[in-house]
């Protein structure tokens, strides 16, 4: 719903919109991506950017996190699309979420493309530890149109071939999905790394430090707790590691009172609304990159950072990473396990030999590829019969 250039809103979804809209731009194809209205600028109502027109509709974005409150911001854009989805015309919707969830009771509409990401709302952390009242508002105003979407779209997409079995679970007919994972650009990273800014001497670090990168959301689901315990654990090990994060949530505050319990204020950097042609310095600028993650599903985050050549220790993301090739599983919820990890790869010498294999494994991941395999999901849901 968000975008990256106009709301500054750097989560893997946003970026994955932007960048599959730009190369099937690029790629001759009309595209519009239909957003929420700027809050310091409320009265743009479209622009084109990378040559992809952009529509704001309301409401505006309001730039907080309101889990799981926010299905009724969310329910005022799906009614406001629907309601400019009408007077327009076009094939395909590639829709999130459950932001179709009022275009798709239309008896004459266009072609729905659901794509699924992690299905936080049936097997997200956050949405399942909700107890009493809110356990059950998610069940009847977030699964409940989430539900309706998956089964009334034309194809449903998954991010890897593992999410099948757990869409099919949500009663979707296996034959009408397909396989859509998230794609990170990297031939323009390749080129980006040539010319990097070094951001070592900029945040005070020195040339032989190690230095620890993570990014993403600050919140539950991501770990944040076991990074901050994981890298206090580090710190008896390696005297010269530093931490960098960089992102924003709800657990900011808690964040930091973790890092000053335990004293580690003069070795960590924590960064949040950096621009996305800004944001992979850091990544070339760091050695180890780190993710706490409670989900099973591939990140971008993770992506990324394979494609700026780090080798990886992660929670979860186990098709992302092998155990002593580009790194090292290490389960959910499981700090000692993060920090043994990178304290392997720092000790055993072939930092730089397991980051060339993280290059090796998401090449085929170039928004080229994910944009041809998105055009045959387009083409298939055109062929279906109404």
Same mark, same amino acid.
């Given at each position: 719903?968000?975008?990256?250039?106009?709301?500054?809103?750097?989560?893997?979804?946003?970026?994955?919109?932007?960048?599959?809209?730009?190369?099937?731009?690029?790629?001759?194809?009309?595209?519009?991506?239909?957003?929420?209205?700027?809050?310091?600028?409320?009265?743009?109502?479209?622009?084109?950017?990378?040559?992809?027109?952009?529509?704001?509709?309301?409401?505006?974005?309001?730039?907080?996190?309101?889990?799981?409150?926010?299905?009724?911001?969310?329910?005022?854009?799906?009614?406001?699309?629907?309601?400019?989805?009408?007077?327009?015309?076009?094939?395909?919707?590639?829709?999130?979420?459950?932001?179709?969830?009022?275009?798709?009771?239309?008896?004459?509409?266009?072609?729905?493309?659901?794509?699924?990401?992690?299905?936080?709302?049936?097997?997200?952390?956050?949405?399942?530890?909700?107890?009493?009242?809110?356990?059950?508002?998610?069940?009847?105003?977030?699964?409940?149109?989430?539900?309706?979407?998956?089964?009334?779209?034309?194809?449903?997409?998954?991010?890897?071939?593992?999410?099948?079995?757990?869409?099919?679970?949500?009663?979707?007919?296996?034959?009408?999905?397909?396989?859509?994972?998230?794609?990170?650009?990297?031939?323009?990273?390749?080129?980006?790394?040539?010319?990097?800014?070094?951001?070592?001497?900029?945040?005070?670090?020195? !040339? *032989?430090?190690?230095?620890?990168?993570? %990014? #993403?959301?600050?919140? +539950? $689901?991501?770990?944040?707790?076991?990074? =901050?315990?994981?890298?206090?654990?580090?710190?008896?090990?390696?005297?010269?590691?530093?931490?960098?994060?960089?992102?924003?949530?709800?657990?900011?505050?808690?964040?930091?009172?973790?890092?000053?319990?335990?004293?580690?204020?003069?070795?960590?950097?924590?960064?949040?609304?950096?621009?996305?042609?800004?944001?992979?310095?850091?990544?070339?600028?760091?050695?180890?990159?780190?993710?706490?993650?409670?989900?099973?599903?591939?990140?971008?985050?993770?992506?990324?950072?394979?494609?700026?050549?780090?080798?990886?220790?992660?929670?979860?993301?186990?098709?992302?990473? !092998? *155990?002593?090739?580009?790194?090292?599983? %290490? #389960?959910?919820?499981? +700090? $000692?396990?993060?920090?043994?990890?990178? =304290?392997?790869?720092?000790?055993?010498?072939?930092?730089?030999?397991?980051?060339?294999?993280?290059?090796?494994?998401?090449?085929?991941?170039?928004?080229?590829?994910?944009?041809?395999?998105?055009?045959?999901?387009?083409?298939?849901?055109?062929?279906?019969?109404?």
């Amino acid at each position: 719903m968000e975008t990256t250039h106009f709301h500054k809103a750097y989560d893997g979804g946003c970026k994955f919109i932007q960048h599959l809209g730009e190369e099937l731009s690029r790629q001759g194809h009309e595209v519009e991506i239909i957003t929420t209205r700027l809050r310091d600028n409320p009265n743009l109502k479209e622009a084109v950017y990378n040559g992809v027109k952009h529509i704001f509709i309301l409401p505006e974005y309001s730039g907080k996190r309101m889990i799981p409150f926010n299905m009724f911001y969310k329910m005022i854009f799906s009614y406001n699309l629907n309601k400019y989805l009408q007077k327009q015309r076009f094939d395909i919707l590639h829709n999130s979420e459950a932001f179709a969830y009022h275009y798709l009771h239309n008896k004459k509409r266009e072609k729905v493309i659901f794509q699924s990401w992690a299905l936080e709302p049936f097997y997200g952390h956050e949405c399942l530890s909700q107890k009493g009242f809110r356990k059950l508002y998610i069940k009847f105003a977030l699964q409940r149109q989430w539900k309706y979407c998956l089964n009334k779209s034309d194809v449903v997409t998954a991010d890897d071939e593992s999410q099948i079995e757990a869409i099919v679970k949500l009663g979707v007919d296996k034959n009408k999905i397909e396989f859509i994972p998230l794609g990170i650009p990297f031939k323009n990273l390749q080129k980006l790394k040539k010319n990097f800014k070094n951001k070592r001497k900029e945040l005070g670090f020195k !040339k *032989n430090d190690l230095v620890i990168l993570s %990014v #993403g959301q600050i919140v +539950p $689901e991501k770990g944040i707790d076991e990074i =901050i315990q994981a890298f206090e654990r580090i710190k008896k090990r390696i005297k010269n590691a530093k931490l960098i994060i960089i992102g924003k949530g709800i657990l900011e505050e808690k964040m930091h009172e973790m890092i000053r319990d335990f004293g580690l204020e003069n070795d960590f950097v924590h960064l949040k609304n950096v621009p996305e042609n800004d944001l992979f310095n850091y990544h070339f600028s760091s050695d180890i990159f780190i993710n706490g993650t409670h989900t099973n599903y591939p990140t971008v985050s993770v992506q990324e950072a394979l494609a700026a050549g780090l080798p990886i220790v992660s929670g979860e993301s186990i098709f992302l990473v !092998k *155990n002593g090739v580009n790194g090292y599983n %290490v #389960g959910r919820k499981n +700090p $000692e396990g993060i920090a043994e990890g990178v =304290i392997k790869i720092y000790e055993s010498g072939k930092m730089k030999q397991m980051g060339r294999s993280s290059l090796k494994m998401v090449e085929s991941s170039d928004y080229e590829n994910i944009a041809d395999m998105a055009i045959k999901a387009y083409e298939k849901s055109i062929k279906k019969p109404n």
